[in-house]
């Protein structure tokens, strides 16, 4: 009696909310943070300058841009007692569900979130955000090696500090190579946002009930996670691992994908939005030559990949429903080269994503938006009276 309702399985043919941060077009395969094209941000920019324009609207001044990046640099260390939470973790939790846990955590630590008392509280929310983040990511590959965690440095970038604190050793000072944080800043900037995606709707949704935006955060991690989403990215290195395995071949599991009973897809490949190519992919797949040939780094699997994708693009069943590689398919080749491991792929994906998330999470909360509270078609039980269990 509530009127008619219309199902739109997916969200596929419905859109949340009017949003002035990014702009895809999957047509043509153009992708503008804040009316900057892709390309040129991720040939030029620096992923803080990218985190700035996203949240903020505008590219900084290089004297904003200094005060952000200083303002950051000071909250990089975690507060102490958040080890007690992290140090709960059994050695092999998965990296994206101890994250999402020690985000959730934050809020622990810095209550009264809840913007309307204080917006330069938010303001500093968003800056711990930022700094911490990629600290506590470190925290997890140290646990999974053995290794003792290291603390950030203020005199190092963004992208050199998370490197150092991944990879050093106490035995051994780590020098970062600026072809290595060079390669890392592009794949963030290109992580950065993607308007109304899985994750950010679910961050969008969360904020919508005017919860914290820790939360909210740690709600977009948990999305992120799943396969179909960020996680493919950790699923394709999987599945080119088994091919190569497997000899190589390739069609065996373009056949296995196009068939509906195998359950398998072929992950980095498809997307909602693009129909003719991810401009992400096409990017990542020239940086993958790139940095492997200067890192002198040869991965069988990257030959694979290329085989993969060729293959595919001649399929009409890949033609005909235009699946494409997307910005999944290709990253974890560079990722793997720089010494990241596999478990660690979505937790990169999750660094790159979190300026987008807390860009889209602020323009709900200025939109001053609706809580976000669709309603369905029942399909169960009419109307049933109570039955005693020793007369059932
Ligand atoms: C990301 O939304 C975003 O912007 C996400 C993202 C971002 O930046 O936030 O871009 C990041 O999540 C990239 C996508 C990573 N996921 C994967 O690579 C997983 C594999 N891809 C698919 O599961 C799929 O393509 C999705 C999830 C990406 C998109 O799914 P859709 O839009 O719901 O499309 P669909 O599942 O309805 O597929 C349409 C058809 C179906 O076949 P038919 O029913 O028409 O016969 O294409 C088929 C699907 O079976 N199909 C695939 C396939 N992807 C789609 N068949 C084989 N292999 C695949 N990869």
């Known amino acids: 009696k509530t009127g008619y309702v219309t199902i739109d399985e997916g969200f596929k043919n419905t859109g949340s909310t009017k949003s002035a941060i990014t702009f895809l077009d999957g047509e043509e395969g153009i992708l503008r943070y804040r009316g900057y094209s892709i390309e ?3 040939d030029k920019a620096d992923f803080l300058e990218v985190a700035y324009l996203l949240i903020h609207g505008d590219l900084p001044t290089e004297a904003q841009y200094t005060e952000f990046v200083g303002k ?9 007692d958040m080890r007690k939470i992290f140090d709960g973790f059994p050695v092999n939790a998965h990296p994206m569900g101890i994250m999402s846990a020690l985000v959730s955590a934050m809020s622990g630590f810095y209550p009264d979130s809840f913007d309307e008392k204080s917006p330069e509280n938010l303001q500093l929310h968003i800056i711990r955000l930022l700094a911490k983040f990629p600290t506590l990511a470190t925290w997890c590959y140290k ?9 950030p440095k203020n005199d190092l970038d963004y992208c050199s500090n998370f490197l150092q604190m ?13 072809v290595v944080s060079r390669a890392l800043n592009k794949l963030l900037i290109l992580h950065a946002d993607h308007e109304q995606n899985c994750s950010t709707s679910t961050v969008r949704l969360v904020g919508s009930s005017k919860a914290n935006i820790f939360s909210s955060v740690s709600a977009g991690i948990s999305a992120l996670w799943g396969p179909l989403h960020g996680g493919a990215n950790q699923e394709v290195i999987e599945m080119l691992e088994a091919i190569r395995n497997d000899g190589g071949n390739v069609q065996k599991y373009i056949d296995m994908a196009k068939d509906k009973n195998s ?4 992950f980095g ?3 909602r939005v693009y129909k003719n190519f991810d401009p992400r992919a096409k990017i990542i797949k020239k940086a993958a030559d790139d940095v492997l040939e200067k890192l002198g780094v040869s991965d069988p699997v990257l030959a694979i990949a290329k085989g993969l994708e060729e293959a595919a693009l001649k399929d009409e069943y890949f033609v005909s429903r235009k699946l494409y590689p997307n910005v999944d398919f290709y990253s974890g080749i560079i990722y793997r080269a720089l010494g990241i491991p596999t478990n660690m792929f979505t937790v990169m994906f999750a660094i790159g994503r979190l300026p987008g998330w807390i860009a889209q999470w602020l323009e709900l909360r200025d939109q001053n938006q609706a809580i976000g509270r669709p309603r369905q078609i029942y399909t169960g039980e009419t109307h049933r009276p109570f039955v005693e269990k020793n007369k059932r």
Not at 72 to 78: E, G, L, P, S
Not at 146 to 151: A, E, K, S, T, V
């Open 263 to 266: 359950g398998f897809r072929l």
């Open 143 to 151: 646990k999974s090696q053995g290794h003792p965690i290291n603390y």
């Open 166 to 178: 991944m990879f050093a050793l106490p035995v051994e000072d780590y020098k970062v190579d600026p």
């Open 269 to 271: 490949f498809g997307h």
């Open 40 to 42: 040129e941000l991720a």
């Open 72 to 80: 950051i640099t000071k909250h990089t260390m975690v507060n102490e």
